[in-house]
């Protein structure tokens, strides 16, 4: 029922932090992420992208010291299809993710509150149907847990340099060509 | 290698310190650059990873609060089913994580005079009204398909859109570029040609 302690603290500061990032970079905020989607703002391409530039380079620096682990999930394409477009079209209709809308719970969204409630039952409806959508995934094309890395059989370490270095480029073409001031002023 | 690591650890903070120095004057009030944002979400990540062996991931804590609900309203029911035998919900890392983005969020929102309590926002309204019933059942729905969504694929715009695609996981990449294809287009149908 209750994990070890200090995993529950780890969890308690990472939270905080997460919380506060979502909501100082703006995306714990509807017109930010439906803007993405209308492609006249783009704030949470630009975190994200950041994100991952940097994370990437210092989860794989932890790997390569044998400090971390890699944790990656199942690549099962018609999970990562059909859950993906289903999560998008969701994502659009309610304006939020999972993440930001609890970021934006914070805010005092009332709005927010309500699409939570909804993820309990979306999430409920899941472990509900899962005996029986189980099966019919199973049958399907799956490529197991898979990096790219792995799935190539390359090094890890050019491909984590080569996606910062590529991410730089374009979040600097972005940058010139959608300066952040174009996007809106919440 | 230790030095290697140190550079790692300052560069988003240089970054940061370059960025805000450019755009200091756009950034009054509450909001941080993106940039400074998304490389402390990264390093947040690195951070979870090394201290708590956890990518940062939301969507796992619904699946786990639903069988919290379950277990009250049919305990048994609740226990019976396989996703949950699999992984029982637990007051786990995950679970304590959302909980306290709230708590992130919200004091991210005092600190920067942001606290909304509100039901609509300015594009909601324009769009559709000021009907807090349509924007409630709306988001409702919206919930409920994301959720599903996000437990078929086996994450969210957190657990696939920063973690996976960061460990460069494939099933990840393309589960972003579908979450944007849905998005793009409910987004677009919405609220420009319905």
Known sequence: MFEEPLKLVLGLISGILFGVLLQKGQVAKFQKLMGQFLLKDFTVVKIMTTAIAVGTLGVHALVALGVAEIHVQTASLARVIVGGVLFGTGLAIFGLCPGTSVAACGEGRRDAMIGVLGMFVGAGVYVASYEALEPLFRSMADYGKVTLPEFTGTAPWPWAGALAVVIAIALALLERAHPKRLDAKL | MNRLLLALCLMPALASAADFGVDARNYSGGAWSPYVVGAGIGVLSWLTFYFADKPIGAS??????????????????????????????????????????????????????????????????????????????????????MAFGARLAGGCTSGHGISGTLQLNAGSWLTVIFIFIGGIAAAMLLFTYL
């Open chain 2, 60 to 145: 796992s804590f619904y699946a786990t609060v639903a069988g919290f609900i379950g277990k009250l309203v049919a305990r048994k029911h609740t226990q019976s089913l396989e996703h949950y035998q699999t992984e029982p919900p637990a007051v786990d890392y995950g679970f304590v994580f959302v909980i306290c983005t709230i708590l992130g969020g919200f004091i991210a929102a005092w600190t920067g005079g942001e606290i909304r309590n509100e039901w609509l926002h300015p594009m909601w309204v324009e769009r559709f009204g000021n009907s807090i019933a349509l924007r409630g059942v709306i988001g409702f729905i919206g919930g409920v398909l």
